[in-house]
């Protein structure tokens, strides 16, 4: 287990991983998984070769399937340590996981709304909210920093993105929820600045 006492690194790679088969359908993953398309492994791919003579050494990667995946190909060409940070998982979805919107719309009809009204705190029935899973994305940052010597790579995924960007760049709730992050996208993240690989 990573010690949890250290501060976040200053400076960071931050990737979401590649596309999946649920991603092409539109449904809600979570904490379940999906695997990667042959797009997905492309992206991956792409990505690892963008960090080429960046001198990473450590990839931290959430331990879902689709995000393990993409950093097992970026940590490989690298030549870089993974490591797994528990942390780094999504938001959990709860009941909704695996379901699309259309589905979640006749089996939970009121969710779409109760969302709306307060997107940050509203729970997934069953699952967590954006203000759980920022809690979370902080101490994932402190694992990163005690796992990392140097700039780390970080896998993890869209939502929890949000909330990882949010801290690093102190951003307000609107300002973190309005984030988006393609999947062929690097973020450089250092010192509170982030630009676009």
């Known amino acids: ?70 950093a097992a190909i970026i940590a490989d060409h690298l030549g870089a340590e993974l490591v797994e940070v528990a942390e780094l998982a999504d938001l959990h979805h709860g009941d909704l996981a695996g379901l699309t919107w259309d ?39 402190s694992a990163c920093g005690w796992a990392a010597s140097g700039t780390p790579v970080v896998v993890t995924h869209e939502m929890l993105g949000r909330m990882v960007r949010a801290e690093l760049r102190g951003l307000d709730i609107g300002s973190a929820l309005a984030l988006r992050h393609p999947h062929d996208v690097v973020f450089d993240i250092d010192r509170g600045v982030e630009t676009m690989l």
Do not use: K
């Open 1 to 70: 287990m990573i010690p949890q006492d250290r501060h976040v690194p200053e400076h960071l790679l931050l990737v979401r991983h590649g596309q999946t088969q649920w991603n092409r359908e539109h449904r809600l993953q979570g904490q379940l998984d999906s695997a990667l398309t042959e797009e997905g492994i492309r992206q991956a791919t792409t990505i690892a070769r963008r960090l080429d003579g960046r001198a990473i050494t450590t990839v931290c990667s959430s331990p879902l399937g689709r995000a393990m995946g993409t």
């Open 103 to 141: 589905e979640v719309d006749l089996r939970f009809p009121t969710a779409r709304e109760e969302r709306a009204a307060n997107r940050y705190g509203w729970a997934f029935p069953g699952g967590e909210s954006y203000a759980q899973a920022r809690a979370r994305a902080r101490r994932a940052l």
